[in-house]
């Protein structure tokens, strides 16, 4: 018996150790982004100080090391970038022939394109994601959104036939921090194509895309005020959505935020969309291609640290193959590379904040003490930084914190069934119902699942596609609204009859 296989054999629960095959360092070079000291607030097309007077840190979470000092937009700031957006709107922006507006949209796009190292590099300093994820995802998925919309600017009235679209007014936007740049193209891009004007609020973890992005606005020469971009804490985005003077707010993050936005615009008659939470259930048959799924499997837990929406969290496998697919998991797991983010081999980043580092954690605690098995790949985590193993929990109860709640972080529970209605029970047993996957062979049996699953998005035989010309939004408390397609324009017209 070799070395690697007698360690197997006395590992409890048989799984495999690492091959001894590291890959040398990598690393992008970081110095192609320039970072400010300091930045202001984006209004009317230009920094200025904020009114408030506050700052606070921006870090980087692999490294804890300070990034810059971000403003904390106050009430007054606030209220400046609604009236630069307002002004913005009514003298120039919505009257603009669309296909010139198309031209801006084009111009952001480009730019994006051509800029793509800096953002990319930008995103993993600032949010922790790996250098791989954000220069093949993030940033061309961007620009492909700005892209797309431009494509419809000056063709809205084919997207929605014998009625007279138009603009709704001043759009408020927060976003979060898992996908700052893609969560800022998914708001504005739509935004601007269908004539409105914008306030975004970037997440307080992970401003720096969006303040890099008001450079590509200036390169576009962009009018002043038709995107404005404040910088602030949950505080900053409640006077957003509280103020008078702006006519739709669009929300991605958390259900509780979503749900108290809600509860603060019932009756004002604002337009509202909120994307949030899930806890998607990713199901695998017994005639799936295993080591296909597998694949499937770990990118939809373990992409971008399990802060995602729509990650799947929750792996439904059919019993008869349950043994053979956890052991598959758990050998590719081993395989995956944890550590710097600007590193081009690294597989799995920092967790984006210390506070979100220890829900990670007590969550995992819970299933621990609620009875789950843990399994976690060895694995060597640097000292400083905020990081967490991949994990995944076997014998998981349907009514465990870890099955039931949305963890964001990368963590995995296993469940079982037998048949196809007992796998639509348990996907959607849950107040979610933000995407699904479902792996298997047989075509009819895709289109049968894909009809009773409760989720807004369902991948099959893939985990974790994106799109733009495809909608993207959920059921129950993962919100409502779509974004993305031609759906995601829905929200910013107001549709007169012809
Ligand atoms: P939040 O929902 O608090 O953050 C989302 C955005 O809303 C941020 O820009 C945030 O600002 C802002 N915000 C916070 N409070 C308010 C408010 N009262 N009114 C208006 N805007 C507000 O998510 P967190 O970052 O706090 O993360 C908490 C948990 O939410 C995570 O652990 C995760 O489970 C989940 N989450 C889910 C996301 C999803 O896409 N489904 C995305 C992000 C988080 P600020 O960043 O300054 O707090």
Request: hydrophobic share 40%.
């Amino acid at each position: 018996m070799t070395k690697e296989k007698r360690e197997i054999a006395r590992r409890p629960d048989k799984a495999p150790i690492a091959t001894a095959w590291d890959y040398a360092p990598a690393p992008e070079a970081r110095d192609i982004v320039k970072i400010q000291e300091r930045y202001g607030l984006f209004i009317g097309g230009k920094f200025v100080e904020p009114g408030s007077g506050e700052r606070y840190t921006t870090i980087d979470p692999a490294r804890e090391e300070p990034l810059s000092e971000i403003a904390q937009a106050g009430k007054a700031d606030v209220d400046r970038a609604v009236r630069a957006a307002r002004d913005a709107f009514a003298n120039g922006w919505s009257g603009l022939r669309p296909s010139e507006r198309a031209k801006y949209l084009f111009r952001i796009a480009r730019l994006l394109q051509e800029r793509s190292r800096e953002f990319a590099v930008l995103e993993s300093l600032n949010g922790g994601k790996p250098i791989r994820e954000s220069r093949d995802v993030d940033v061309p998925l961007a620009a492909a959104h700005f892209f797309y919309y431009a494509g419809w600017a000056d063709k809205l009235e084919y997207a929605f036939p014998n009625r007279k679209p138009r603009p709704v007014g001043v759009a408020g936007q927060i976003i979060p921090w898992n996908f700052p740049l893609l969560m800022l193209a998914w708001k504005i891009a739509p935004a601007l194509a269908a004539g409105n004007t914008v306030v975004l609020k970037p997440a307080e973890t992970t401003p720096l895309s969006a303040l890099l992005f008001c450079d590509v606005l200036r390169q576009a020469e962009l009018p002043p005020g038709v995107v404005n971009i404040i910088t602030g804490d949950g505080r900053t985005g409640a006077e957003l959505v509280s103020h008078p003077d702006v006519d739709k707010i669009a929300f991605t993050g958390s259900t509780e935020v979503g749900k108290a936005i809600q509860r603060n615009l019932a009756g004002t008659g604002k337009r509202l969309t909120l994307e949030l939470g899930g806890k998607a259930a990713n199901i695998v048959f017994d005639d799936a291609p295993l080591d296909q799924a597998v694949e499937g499997i770990v990118n939809g837990i373990y992409f971008n640290q399990g802060h995602v929406c729509c990650a799947g969290s929750r792996l439904l496998v059919q019993e008869s193959i349950y043994e053979t697919v956890v052991a598959k998991l758990k050998r590719r797991m081993a395989t995956l590379r944890v550590g710097d983010p600007l590193d081009k081999n690294t597989d799995v980043g920092a967790i984006n904040s210390k506070q979100q580092l220890e829900k990670i954690t007590a969550l995992v605690q819970s299933g621990v003490d609620e009875g789950a098995e843990i399994y976690q790949p060895p694995c060597k985590l640097p000292e400083r930084g905020y990081w967490f193993v991949p994990t995944v929990f076997t014998n998981v109860a349907q009514s465990y914190r870890i099955a039931q709640e949305e963890i964001f972080g990368p963590v995995l529970s296993v469940l079982t069934f037998r048949t196809p209605d007992e796998a639509i029970e348990k996907a959607n047993n849950t107040p979610y119902g933000l995407s699904a996957g479902v792996w298997t062979e047989k075509g009819s049996r895709i289109l049968a699942m894909a009809q009773r699953l409760r989720a807004g998005v369902v991948w099959a035989n893939t985990y974790n596609r994106f799109d733009p010309a495809s909608p993207f939004g959920g059921y129950k408390e993962s919100g409502f609204g779509r974004e993305g397609g031609r759906h995601g324009l829905e929200p910013y017209v107001v549709l007169d009859d012809a």
